[in-house]
């Protein structure tokens, strides 16, 4: 029996074929195409499309109509990287980034529903309209950062290669290193705003909810980590011009953290309480 969630890797295939053609110029693979845009774009509109009916199809109801579980959680997050990746292509052509980005999408995809649908643990209901609002943008700003570390990879992968003088083809697919970093920073500084708001609605909420703010949470401990580390990065940027790889490093490592507060623990319970 065919089941809404067998979508979600038919999205993640459609995203890896989209991989395929950004792949195949510089490492010298048939393509059917000299320009492959379009049918990347093409590609990427299609999985998106999979993706938001699976995501809609799957989900419990609610009377807000959001409730998520890790494959909602899951879903979105791909969702919302990949549409800001498309608006991008379409905006500026291939720049590089989907080298990274389209592959790592698909393999998440492919693996949507292996996550646990359990309703203890891995499972989120809003109760108010701030709360709803509070999870579209930290799940926003977890999109726009997860954009952010992409970049940041590329300028660490780029600034080796061009340090050792060993230029491969695929290098010569990607951006300038100057392009690289203005995007990164440009996401940070929008991360820096999004995951902001995101923690000043969380804590209104839980004003409004339970009269009393829960700062001692691992989520809203590890939300704050990493809106600092941005904010280090962001005005490490803006008044010593860091042009390093310690700006790399220091962006991978606030989107590791956000990656572990928005979904380490429902996993981590999830297993924990099946």
């Known amino acids: 029996m065919f089941s809404m969630l067998t979508l979600f890797p038919i999205a993640g295939i459609v995203s890896l074929a989209a991989a395929y053609l950004l792949w195949a110029k510089p490492l010298q693979l048939p393509q059917p195409s000299d320009d492959p845009q379009p049918l990347i774009a093409g590609g990427v509109a299609l999985s998106l499309a999979l993706t938001l009916i699976a995501a809609v199809a799957n989900a419990p109801s609610s009377e807000l109509g959001i409730q998520f579980t890790l494959i909602e959680a899951a879903a979105s997050a791909s969702f919302l990287v990949q549409i800001i990746y498309l608006i991008g292509l379409l905006r500026h052509g291939t720049r590089g980034l989907g080298l990274i980005l ?69 290098t010569r697919a990607m ?34 909810e339970w009269n009393h703010f829960a700062l001692l949470t691992h989520k809203v401990l590890l939300s704050i980590v990493a809106w ?47």
Do not use: C
Not at 134 to 156: D, G, K, P, Q, R
Not at 184 to 204: D, E, K, N, P, Y
């Open 228 to 274: 600092i580390m941005l904010l280090v990065i962001e005005t490490g940027h803006r008044r010593n011009a860091w042009r390093n790889r310690v700006s790399s490093y220091l962006v991978i490592s606030a989107y590791l953290i956000m990656l572990l507060a928005y979904f380490g623990s429902r996993f981590i319970m999830a297993e924990l309480h099946p």
């Open 175 to 208: 951006p300038p290193l100057a392009d690289i970093e203005t995007h990164m920073f440009a996401q940070v500084r929008g991360t820096l705003w999004l995951l902001g708001l995101g923690i000043l609605t969380g804590l209104s909420w839980q004003w409004i």
């Open 102 to 170: 389209l592959p790592v999408t698909g393999v998440a995809l492919l693996l949507v529903p292996l996550l646990p649908t359990g309703h203890r643990g891995s499972w989120l209901e809003a109760s108010s309209w701030l709360e709803a609002s509070h999870l579209v943008v930290s799940m926003s700003a977890y999109a726009v950062m997860t954009l952010s570390a992409l970049h940041a990879v590329m300028h660490l992968v780029l600034n080796r290669v061009l340090k050792s003088k060993r230029i491969h083809p695929i």
